[in-house]
């Protein structure tokens, strides 16, 4: 096949990159930045047209990942940048797709699992789910994360693509040992006795492995009659504090303090980022996946887990 990945120089990116080249494909990567790579990679702006466009026309797939990294400050200028570069790389690659003669048979385009609200009750899938926004007990700053959601579907669902067929990908947190990533941070952290609970240690966690994401990716791909909203998450999203117990088990560290929500908030500040990422409530499954067929190899938090520090202390 031949694969496009706007937005593929991250850390997503890279492991789709590396397991499609792997698997014998041609992989060519959208980028805003100049790179070397063991693939094509194409200079873009995410706004315009350019020479992208002839490696659009006539590929098997298109995967958009594109969008500044919420792993910031949300001051306003982050606000802007984090809004814009998913709407408006989505928006040009509509645009582009709808005048090819060869366009891609499936454009995959990353969502985000943050578009339901804080849920403590209840899971979320994509049938009943509910979209966040001024929900009690969810503080007000954290409705800019379901704007963003919202408008970035919005720009794909808008796409007049009649030959192609379109999903969204409702990403929970991706996990894989690669240094620089999620777990890799979460695993210093419990290194340093820092793994215990973060704030009530009740807001649930939705997680995927890096394996089942990739093979989910793949399973889409495939699953020719599959458009619209797909939730790619365990089936087992599980609270805050047994997520994090469970990390300390596969780190060989038994004991870990907790972080009280006014010093995640001091944290966070310090290190130039949301304490959202961790406070918010994220209670996602995955009913879709699981109504076509598809079977996770890493249900359980627990066997993932082990299996990410195998592998990130083998790294």
Known sequence: MRILIPGGSGQVGRMLARHFTGQGHDVTVLSRTEQTAPWKVLAWDGKHRGPWVDALSGCDVCINL?????????????????????????????????????????????????????????????????????EPGAPKKWDFSIEVAKAWEDAFFAANTPRTRKVALRSS?????????????????????????????????????????????????????????????????????????DLRRAAGVPIGLPAFEWMLELGTWALRTESELVLKSRYVIPWRLQAEGFAFEYPEWNAAAKQLAGRWRAG
């Not at 940048?81 to 989505?90: E, F, G, H, K, N």
């Not at 499936?106 to 578009?115: D, K, Q, R, Y």
């Not at 793994?195 to 394996?211: E, R």
């Open 66 to 134: 594109a969008g500044k990294s919420v792993n910031c400050r949300y001051t306003d200028e982050n606000r802007r940048a984090i809004m814009a570069s998913r709407v408006d790389s989505t928006r040009v690659l509509g645009e582009v797709i709808a005048g090819l003669s060869q366009p891609p048979r499936v454009w995959l385009n990353a969502s985000t699992a943050t578009i339901y609200r804080h849920a403590l009750e209840r899971p979320m899938d994509e049938a009943s789910g509910e979209f966040g926004g001024g």
């Open 173 to 245: 947190i991706i996990f894989s040992p690669d240094r620089g990533g999620v777990f890799d941070v979460l695993m210093h952290l419990v290194r340093l006795g820092l793994g215990g609970s973060n704030g009530s240690g009740k807001q649930y966690v939705s997680w995927i492995h890096d394996a089942d994401f990739i093979r989910a990716i793949e399973f889409l791909i495939e699953a020719e009659h599959v458009t619209g909203p797909v939730n790619l998450a365990s089936p087992n999203p599980l609270p805050n504090r047994e997520f994090m117990r």
